[in-house]
């Protein structure tokens, strides 16, 4: 793998986006980047409130805009080639990205056609992906604080593998890579079988 190199991890809510990718960048020594903290640091309120205040197309339109901001330019018709974007690491973006980031995306980042394709400029892309049961297990304790399931506290399951099946397809067209970490015990584990997948040397 190149020295300038980005990994976003997408995935569904309770996969462990953010927890593997703070693992992962404290092991590499890279930068870590969290589009829900990062949108709720640019916002000023949390996401739940960005939801209720703005509305869910806002938030979308946020997300949008920072991987605008994030991701590497598209060379010009002059341009010779297009670099593979995950080895290029140049972006004109305002918060200075210039590769070795990990990327932690929200579950619905992917969603948009323009987001898939940004994210593919960022970087090599990873799917963390769950069994729905142990997404569960793993949201229950925070449903309020999920705007897409805090409606369905009668029947979380139901929503989550409805979002799944509707989303599973899209995770897997975008990825690069797939990582089930439904076994793991913690995002220590997780992060040392997403460096061995992508055989990055082990720190
Ligand atoms: C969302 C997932 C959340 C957050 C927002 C919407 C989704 O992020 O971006 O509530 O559409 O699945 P996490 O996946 O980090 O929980």
Excluded at 39 to 50: K, T
Excluded at 65 to 78: E, H, K, M, T
Excluded at 103 to 118: C, D, I, K, V
Excluded at 166 to 178: C, M
Aim: aromatic share 4%.
């Amino acid at each position: 793998m190149p020295q300038t190199q980005n990994i976003v991890l997408i995935g569904f809510m309770g996969t462990g986006k953010s927890a593997v990718g703070r693992v992962l960048a404290r092991r590499l020594g890279w930068r870590h980047l969290d589009t829900d903290a990062e949108i709720e640091r640019q916002a000023g309120r949390m996401i739940p409130e960005i939801f209720t205040a703005e509305g869910e197309a806002a938030f979308r339109a946020r997300e949008s805009a920072l991987l605008d901001s994030l991701a590497p330019p598209l060379l010009g018709a002059g341009g010779s080639s297009l670099a593979p974007p995950s080895l290029t690491g140049k972006g004109a973006g305002g918060l200075g990205f210039d590769g070795d980031l990990i990327l932690s995306t929200g579950g619905g980042t992917p969603l948009r056609p323009e987001n898939a394709a940004l994210l593919k400029r960022i970087g090599t892309v990873v799917w963390l992906h769950v069994a729905p049961e142990a997404i569960l297990a793993r949201v229950a304790k925070s449903l309020h604080e999920r705007p897409l399931l805090a409606g369905h506290r009668d029947d979380p399951l139901g929503r989550i593998q409805r979002l799944l099946a509707d989303r599973v397809p899209r995770y897997a067209a975008l990825a690069d890579y797939t990582l089930d970490t439904s076994d793991c015990a913690d995002s220590e584990e997780a992060a040392g079988r997403l460096l061995r997948l992508l055989a990055l040397p082990i720190p």
